[in-house]
């Protein structure tokens, strides 16, 4: 089911996104009454539950570029975890790859789509997670920090929030100490594919006790927009950045690390219920300036949700995590997934420093050295290498444990489903290659980050225009005593009341930052 353009609303609604980390489907909304969850139920029985949610990446900043490109990872070349450490590009070389930190340079146009909204007139906040795996846009908020919010806009400038919530982090599994009852952990419910143990359980209770905590929190900011009288006229999206924080969730090419509980609340009432089309994040970008009715001079790889032809299929990658490389990519029509495995030479388990700091980690490894490991954990933990290919009829097998491809019945599903992922392949610029051959692609061998052009100022008598000889270079100005960037729009007459200076950004190039005297 598309979703009818009557669920835009009017011309200029506000946005608010709700992020929060590490979660797949454990909630009320999709079954599990695990954790008692009342603000983001209201907000779903006011909106419309999204059955079929991915992300084109099971870990954070890859997903995060996706977001807020609207562009798949493998194409703008932020596919590998951890590949850009702010202030370190150039200076400091990654201690798991031997590589420098790099901030990519695509060969496709992009921007942060944010920046389209804020050349519209929106005031953009982000509070406060900048983690694209990227160099964020000087252009691209007009307020990022923990202090960040729609109350700080001019009044009745329409608005897009972001507040992220850390509180349902992986990492909280183990450093929260969570308070629960006897009676609590034996009626705590663990996916059967577990093994029954008491530490586990205690995993998956103080994950569903943080979801709690962040029910809490979301509820404050829905009760904010309610207190300014937004809230009928605001778009809403909960959702998370990528699977749930446990082994085989997080980091997997799996429904459980690409599966994604999300949640819209739209402009009118008789957009609710149940939704299940295909959705990716690469959609979200496209789907909101269309919502605002706002044109760009660029495409997505994403597609509006508002679109009459909708997608067919889900695609998504693994590549590096940290110090260990998952070269994986997946294809997902309505009832199967198919996944190819580019290493074959490699086992699909990846000993990940850091997630082995939880428990449930701690004694699956520990039980596997034991051999005393159930079968479907076993065959995950085991050293034996990838066959080529995983076929699994997703719309009956949520945890994948039954794969086809060995099966003649379904060799039809196999081949469309093979020829689609290939060509997909194809069309990215940068998954087909290991992470240095990337870099030289990108930069050439001497990985020297390009300079942009200066900037022309044309002065006239009533104000000044820009002229910038960069293809897809964003442009923004201030005055000099100002702190926040404006966007400049092509053949726009600029009147600064001052000296003020002109910045030019460009993914993967060097900020330019020019002084103009007035």
């Not at 009118?268 to 496209?286: E, M």
Request: glycine content about 4%; proline content about 5%.
């Amino acid at each position: 089911m598309f979703i009818s353009a009557y669920c835009k609303g009017q011309e200029s609604p506000n946005f608010l996104w709700l992020v929060c980390e590490d979660q797949s489907l454990f909630f009320s909304i999709y079954g599990d009454s695990s954790a008692h969850t009342p603000n983001i139920n209201q907000l779903a029985n006011d909106g419309l539950v999204y059955h079929n949610c991915y992300t084109p990446s099971p870990v954070c900043s890859p997903s995060r570029s996706s977001l807020i490109t609207g562009m798949y990872p493998t194409t703008i070349g932020t596919q590998h975890m951890r590949a850009y450490k702010k202030s370190s590009v150039g200076n400091e070389i990654n201690k798991h790859t031997s590589l420098p930190y790099y901030s990519s340079k695509p060969i496709k146009p992009i921007r942060f789509f944010t920046e389209d909204l804020r050349a519209n007139g929106y005031y953009c906040t982000n509070n406060s997670k900048e983690d694209y795996n990227m160099l964020t846009s000087p252009l691209a908020w007009d307020e990022s920090s923990q202090v960040a919010h729609w109350r700080n806009r001019k009044d009745g400038q329409p608005f897009f929030s972001v507040f992220n919530f850390n509180i349902t982090h992986e990492s909280n599994i183990w450093k929260n100490k969570t308070s629960y009852s006897e009676e609590e952990l034996n009626n705590i419910l663990i996916p059967n594919l577990f093994p029954d143990n008491e530490k586990i359980k205690i995993d998956f209770l103080t994950n569903y006790k943080n979801i709690e905590k962040l029910d809490e929190q979301i509820g404050i900011i829905i009760n904010q927009l309610k207190a300014d009288s937004l809230y009928e006229n605001t778009i809403i999206f909960f959702f998370s950045d990528h699977g749930g924080p446990f082994p085989r969730y997080k980091r997997s090419i799996y429904e459980t690390g690409l599966r994604v509980p999300m949640v819209a609340k739209w402009i009118k009432d008789t957009c609710r219920g149940n939704n299940y089309q295909l959705i990716s994040f690469v959609d979200f970008a496209p789907t909101i300036l269309d919502a605002a009715n706002i044109q760009r001079e660029f495409q997505f790889e994403g597609i509006s949700f508002f679109k009459k032809d909708q997608r067919q299929y889900i695609y998504a990658a693994t590549d590096r995590f940290d110090e260990e490389i998952d070269l994986r990519r997946s294809i997902r029509g309505n009832n199967y997934k198919l996944i190819y495995n580019g290493d074959i030479t490699t086992p699909i388990y990846k000993p990940i420093i850091y997630r082995s700091q939880m428990k449930t980690m701690q004694v699956l490894d520990s039980l596997h050295k034991q051999n005393k490991l159930n079968l479907y954990f076993s065959n995950w933990m085991s050293n034996n290498t990838k066959d080529s290919f995983e076929l699994y009829k997703v719309s009956e097998d949520y945890y994948e444990t039954n794969n086809l491809i060995n099966n003649p019945k379904y060799d039809w599903v196999y081949k469309e489903l093979k020829a689609q992922l290939f060509m997909w392949m194809d069309k990215s610029d940068f998954g087909n290659m290991n992470e240095s051959m990337m870099l030289d692609s990108m930069f050439t061998s001497s990985r020297i980050i390009p300079k942009l052009n200066t900037p022309k100022v044309i002065n006239n008598n009533s104000g000044y225009l820009i002229n910038c000889n960069n293809a897809y270079t964003s442009i923004g100005w201030r005055n000099k005593s100002e702190k926040v960037w404006n966007i400049y729009k092509e053949n726009e007459l600029i009147k600064p009341k001052e000296d003020f200076e002109i910045l030019l950004f460009r993914p993967g190039y060097e900020i330019l930052i020019h002084e103009f005297n007035k």
